[in-house]
C-alpha cells in the first residue's frame, strides 16, 4: 500500500490530507482529513513492511456532524472504506472507529456479530473477512472503540472466514429474539 495512491483517489473526491504528523514507528503517519473545508475525522495509516508486518488504516476522531450530511450510512462513508480496502494487499487491515455511530455500538453491545452490524457489514462487502470488536487501554493514548476488519491472505482463506461468518449469522438469527429489519436485510446478503 502507498499511503500517496490512498490520498489521490481521496482526493478525486474532494477529501484532503492535512498536517500530516509521523507516528510513533517507521512508514506510521498520522492527518487529517478534511472534506469541503470541514475536518471529517483523523487516519492513522501504516505502510507496512511485508512479508512481516502488514500495511494497516485507522479512521478515528470522525465527526459525523460537520460535514453537509450526517457521515454514518453515508455515501462518503462507504467511499472511504472501500478505498481504504483497495489499497491495503492481502493480510492488510483497518480500523474503524464507532464511538459516534450510534447504531453500530447498539448493535455490538448487544452482541450482533461484528460482520453484521452496520459498520462490519459496509466492511464486509468491501472485502475484509476477519473481524475484531476492540478497545486498548493504552495510558490515555487509545482513542475510542474500534472495529477492526482485515483482509484474507488466500482464496482459501477468504472461503474459510465467510464459512465461519456464515455460521455465526445464522446461529444468531435463528433465535427466537425478533430482530430489526437492517440487520435481518444484512444477514439475507451474507447467507
Same mark, same amino acid.
Given at each position: 500500500m502507498k499511503k500517496e495512491m490512498l490520498k489521490r483517489r481521496l482526493k478525486d473526491k474532494g477529501l484532503v490530507f492535512k498536517e500530516e504528523v509521523p507516528g510513533r514507528i517507521k512508514g506510521h503517519t498520522y492527518a487529517k482529513l478534511y472534506s469541503q473545508n470541514d475536518f471529517l475525522m483523523y487516519l492513522g495509516?501504516?505502510?507496512g513492511e511485508l512479508p512481516y508486518y502488514y500495511p494497516w488504516?485507522?479512521?478515528f476522531g470522525i465527526e459525523p456532524?460537520?460535514?453537509?450530511?450526517?457521515f454514518f450510512g453515508s455515501g462518503l462513508e462507504e467511499?472511504?472504506?472501500k478505498s481504504c480496502s483497495e489499497e491495503l494487499p492481502p493480510g492488510g487491515r483497518s &480500523?474503524? *472507529?464507532?464511538?459516534?455511530?450510534?447504531?453500530t455500538q447498539r448493535e455490538l453491545n448487544e452482541g450482533v456479530p461484528p460482520p453484521l452490524s452496520r459498520i462490519g457489514f459496509l466492511m464486509l462487502k468491501h472485502g475484509f473477512t476477519?473481524?475484531?470488536?476492540?478497545? &486498548?487501554? *493504552?495510558?490515555?493514548?487509545e482513542g475510542g472503540y474500534k472495529l477492526q476488519g482485515e483482509k484474507p491472505l488466500n482464496e482459501k482463506r477468504r472461503k474459510a472466514h465467510m464459512e465461519?461468518?456464515?455460521?455465526n449469522v445464522k446461529d444468531f438469527t435463528s433465535g427466537e429474539e425478533?430482530?430489526?429489519p437492517s440487520i435481518l436485510k444484512r444477514a439475507d446478503w451474507i447467507i
Open positions: 495509516i501504516y505502510e488504516i485507522e479512521l456532524h460537520r460535514n453537509k450530511e450526517y467511499f472511504l472504506i &480500523f474503524v *472507529e464507532y464511538s459516534e455511530d450510534e447504531e476477519w473481524f475484531k470488536d476492540w478497545y &486498548f487501554p *493504552e495510558g490515555f493514548n465461519s461468518i456464515r455460521k425478533a430482530l430489526p
